[in-house]
């Protein structure tokens, strides 16, 4: 009886292990996402620890006047970054996303940030802008979001900068 | 010693907040992040975004991206975990719940939930909703209802894809092809007037098969002018071009359908219909009376047909050797199967001919999709744990650095500088203020006056002037005492003023070095903290890449399966079609061989 016990769980675990190989997929999937979360975490710990971290977020709010082609970003007059967008990346932004557009770090203190952008304007125009901020860096993580709008009455676009809490 | 007093004051310059910049709240925009990076298609990053947050917009977002990454079952958990605490879930997100309720074989959750979407949405997740209904229907043959639902959709690509779905499933069911030509026209309408560059695959598609079901019906004509449309470098142009030819082969036009099978005939064999053409050219030479150049067809056809075989022969070989994914995906240039849907793919090359055929199928596609994702995991794993090496060399170098006994020196050298400018601070502070009490002037004079009465003072100590000399420098001393007297009240203020400032400096270093000693103090422990993690990290990553390796191989097996099977099937293919062009070829030598028999007994009774 016992052995009849003991094959029939082992059939039931046999049929439990063999699940459907799409089932393993996902669930592999799932831990590697969760590593992929802790790797970024780690990652970010390690280069960019809190006290010098400093992060640059860019968010659109031009949408029916300016299509956005490239945004270039210094730091204290060094390049920082530079980025082209693609079809795809200006719909994210036209739909409510903030690109995270530079992470890095800086010592405690005033520094400037210049940021460039290129683009073409409803009227036609190509418009390359500059716009420049001076942003001091305390001891937590200093994050600032750069927001490209157009505002009534020329609709020109332009650029002005937030700080996240 | 220098870098190190720069680095306290550099972190003594820490003002209270940023000049020019207004405040957000970070958690709010931190969702619009995991939004935009979800958007652009790094669904991973999203959900790295919002990990910890608990809000039900995070929820939907999480639920979102586990959607997008084939994660079914946490997608659905999520998604209704969002629903059970009370919140309504966005268009976006209660697709994504439909779609892993569809996955996961719940059906009539995921009925009920398109339906609430196709009521409430008239943008592309209504759209996509209706057409998952209507495709539903059309499974359970309930062809009326799918009818109905894609009736009440607005135009746009999921509707038209909706009614080619309907018109083929009437196609299999009715042997008139009415009902299935109207829904092809409807499909066609509801792509709208720039169709040709929005969709030119499914404009092609629903042409194509216009064209044929119009041909079945016997109407040339008809079919004419649905496949005169079809443009000439697509996936579905060879058949059409076939489709084309059969079409004016019926209204006896063999000339012109010949001219559409030979440009049929420079397409790859792989392609649906390109075969066919090749069989048709015998046919159109031998039906317009060519009948040594329907020979020489045909023999072209057998030559073209062995050599495909002998082409299908090497791809099965290196399916076998190299597997399904390497030997068809990668070496046709791809990783991944996005392409597909591209219009500027090349249509030159065999192998591509037979992949894209191959991966008409849904099945296909996701294998093949299962193993391009897997791949571009372990690949990104693989970086990850070159990564993780690097991390840790650097953590323990840096835990080597400031475990070393010097900075202690170092940093305990710059507590004694921070102390004797201290201690100078206060001897001038006792200075100013005895020189305010005892009103000494010259001791307060600033700028020139100051310098003056300093080289008063060295004049006079040289101890060799004249009485005269003497008369004069005190004199001299006299006016700058009486100037100095005039500014003495603001020469106090101000030296009181910078000594205000160098103690304001002074403070600031004191604070500072003492966060950055305890700093230090932490580091070693924070740099241990770190390489434990970096450590457990990564024997993660390695248990995760074998995992992902054992995986590859199952479904590489499963693909190169599918692939042999199919490479098989058009292997029989081509061989039926090599068998009937050498039937042809026999019957035309036949057909010859009677005729120049018959000739010559006719000239031999004359």
Known sequence: MRLILLITGLLVTGALAAEPLSDDIASLKADVAALNHTLFQLEEDILNPANTQVAVYLSFNARDYFVL???????????AVSHLYSERERKALEQGGVQRLYLGNLAAGEHELSAVF???????????KDASFTIRKATGKAQYELVIDARAPAFEPAMRIKQWD | MRAVLSLVFAATMLPTGPARADAVNRSDRIRDVARYELLVGHADRALHEIWNDTSPQSGMLRGEAYARMGIAAKARD???????????????????????????????????????????????????????????????????????????????????????????????????????????????????DEAATDYPELLQRIQVTAGYLALRSDDPDKALSFLNKVTLNGYYTPQALYLHGLA????????????????????????PGAADAWLG????????????????????????????????????????????????????????????????????QPRLAYLIHFMEHPDAQQAVRDVAGLTRMERQLQRRLSDLDVFEGMLKGRLKQVSHQGNSARIARVGEGIERLSQRLQTLQARLDDAGEQGQVADLATGETADKLARIRRIRSQKNLTPEEQARLDRLEGVLTWKAQEGFDRARREHASHLASISGSLDAAKTAYKRFDSELNRTPERFRELLSRVKAARSQTQSLIMR?????????????????????????????????SEQQLAHLYEHLALNNAASGRTGGDQ
């Open chain 2, 281 to 348: 050219m015998g046919r159109g030479y031998d039906e317009s009376g060519y009948l040594g150049q329907a020979g020489e067809a045909y023999l072209a056809a057998i030559s073209a047909f062995e050599g495909e075989l002998v082409t299908l022969r090497t791809l099965r070989g290196q399916v076998r050797e190299q597997g399904g994914y390497e030997a068809m995906v990668r070496s046709a240039g791809r990783d991944d199967v996005e392409w597909f849907l591209v219009d500027s793919k090349t249509l030159t």
């Open chain 1, 118 to 128: 290129n683009g073409q304007g409803a009227n036609d125009h190509y418009y390359r």
């Open chain 2, 78 to 192: 999520a998604l209704l975990a969002v629903r059970s605490d009370g919140q309504a879930l966005s268009d976006p997100a209660l697709l994504a719940l439909a779609r892993s309720q569809l996955q996961l074989g719940d059906n009539q959750a995921a009925y009920d939930a398109l339906t609430v979407l196709v009521r409430r949405s008239r943008q592309a997740e209504g759209l996509e909703a209706a057409y998952l209904l209507a495709e539903a229907a059309i499974e359970s043959e309930a062809y009326d209802r799918a009818g109905q639902i894609l009736g009440k959709s607005p135009d746009g690509y999921w509707t038209a894809m909706g009614y080619l779905n309907l018109a083929t499933a009437y196609a299999r069911q009715d042997s008139d092809t009415a009902r299935s030509l109207i829904a092809l026209r409807v499909a066609r309408a509801m792509l709208g």
């Open chain 2, 248 to 271: 004016l082969a019926r209204k006896d036009n063999y000339r012109s359908a010949m001219q559409s099978w030979h440009r049929a005939r420079k397409f790859p064999l792989g392609f």
């Open chain 2, 548 to 580: 992902v390796e054992s995986m590859r191989e199952q479904v590489g097996d499963q693909l190169d399966q599918r692939l042999m099977a199919f490479l098989d099937d058009q292997a029989s293919q081509m061989n039926a079609h090599l068998d009937r």
């Open chain 1, 69 to 79: 082609d490239s945004v270039e970003l210094a730091l204290d007059g060094h390049p």
